[in-house]
DNA sequence: GAGTGGTCTAGACCACATG
DNA sequence: ATGTGGTCTAGACCACTCC
């Protein structure tokens, strides 16, 4: 089981509703029937809860109760684990993945590609551009742009699987990432791999992630086959307000 | 001020940051400071850093101290509300935002449209047609299908605003969304209002949403011009392990 | 009034990082 | 050894809902 008692009350809670146990716009256990039952203190038993309320599970409601939101048939398979992998999510759907590496180099960072990645000139990085099929179809386009002294020894070959499964077996832990997603217009990689009568547009998922340390270790780029992009989130208003702070934009 | 001490917390850090006060990669204050510094306990600190973390401001590593991951290059305009109105956003990008209503109408979900939106057959709903513009080019086109009960008075000249600002203003709370967003083909609606020339795929994000009592009030699909579809995300991995299944942030 | 979730406190012990 | 974040407890008070 997980180390800590909230992740296993989340993990418990989590299952009996996704096994129908809780029904969906049912009423969970109070928190305090719940403390009494993982006998543990409320904190403990709200940290679960905010965690599954921001999962998209639950809802509590003050001075009512805790309400589950989730369904299996629109929420399929859970909560969407943010930061899972290609390999995770073909998985996940059933696909046969595989991975072809088109290129492979270690370059030093200069100033225009300082701009596109964030990282700082002069920066040694792996820049790695290779092909996802799902069933023996190319779905994505990928060029990851690789701090070198996160992994030094990485070659080719390792990449050859899932980069994030590599990087975990080297002790990095993706913590953060932020993402931008848009549509853009195929470029000539595109039509190539994806087919001329391919699509006409390919969703672009830009991000930026951190390690455990919060070093930026990794700026990629997927380009994506329209049909094989899909992406779920499950947002949650939070206490924050926003409206104040004044905002500057690029766009 | 904001009620909560942890939010006027939150609000105070965030907007050292976003000033540069606090510095990308630099160390925050240890929680014992900030429990000084504000005059509170730990666990409310804590609350603040958490939700920080969350939003891609900051990365707390055990042992060390907590580190600022934000940038303004990077994440110009800070974390998104992911709840955020179309009004909203479209004002964040410093676009005159405008809204014309298609159709409006009220009926009874039946068999099929309840597969779609997820609403029970025979629930009484509002099934609202609008297309967007920000500058006067038409960018979006938005079906809303809204639980009759949650705003029982609505009228077309509602919608010609912001439809959240007319739900809040009637004392309705978007708590909870769930998003999916893909790319597809233009429909014919899309090709006539966006231009035949236009775009050869649009985005869509077909949405669940949730007031504040854990009630469905709102299936949404919004199908978005390329030129004008980005969405922002930041996604921390927590501490829910994911073996059988998965975890969240959340924006 | 009784029960619910929302906020907060003061203190404890642990795991980890750094000297 | 000291300081840091990670987890947890026991208890308090508040705001809200419902009877």
Redesign the pocket.
């Known amino acids: 089981m997980a180390?800590?008692?909230?992740?296993n009350i989340y993990r418990d809670i989590q299952s009996g509703i996704e096994r129908g146990l809780y029904s969906y716009q049912s009423m969970?256990l109070?928190?305090?029937?719940l403390c009494a039952r993982y006998?543990?203190?409320?904190?403990?038993v709200?940290?679960a809860?905010s965690e599954l309320a921001l999962n998209g599970y639950v809802q509590?409601?003050?001075?009512?109760?805790?309400r589950i939101i989730w369904r299996p048939q629109t929420d399929d398979r859970g909560a969407p684990d943010n930061l899972e992998s290609f390999a995770e999510r073909a998985r996940h759907q059933g696909f046969e993945s595989t991975v072809y590496v088109r290129s492979f180099e270690r370059i030093t960072v200069d100033e225009r590609l300082s701009q596109a990645t964030g990282f700082s000139p002069g920066t040694p990085i792996f820049v790695i551009n290779r092909v996802k099929s799902a069933d023996g179809i190319p779905v994505s386009i990928e060029t990851s742009h690789l701090l070198a002294t996160e992994a030094p020894a990485l070659t080719p070959r390792d990449v050859e699987g899932s980069l994030y499964a590599y990087l975990e077996s080297q002790g990095v832990a993706i913590t953060t990432g932020k993402r931008t997603i848009t549509i853009e217009a195929p470029n000539d990689d595109d039509q190539m791999i994806f087919g001329i009568d391919g699509p006409q547009a390919v969703g672009v998922i830009r991000g930026h992630f951190f390690d455990s340390q919060g070093i930026m270790f990794e700026y990629s780029e997927i380009r994506q086959k329209p049909d094989f992009f899909t992406i779920h989130e499950t947002c949650t208003r939070t206490?924050m307000p926003h409206g104040t702070a004044p905002v500057s934009s690029r766009h």
């Not at 180390?3 to 992740?7: H, I, V």
């Not at 109070?30 to 029937?33: D, G, I, R």
């Not at 509590?60 to 805790?66: A, F, N």
């Open positions: 180390r800590a008692l909230f992740q969970l109070s928190e305090s029937e006998g543990c203190s409320r904190s403990t709200r940290r809860l509590p409601i003050q001075g009512k109760g805790v206490m």
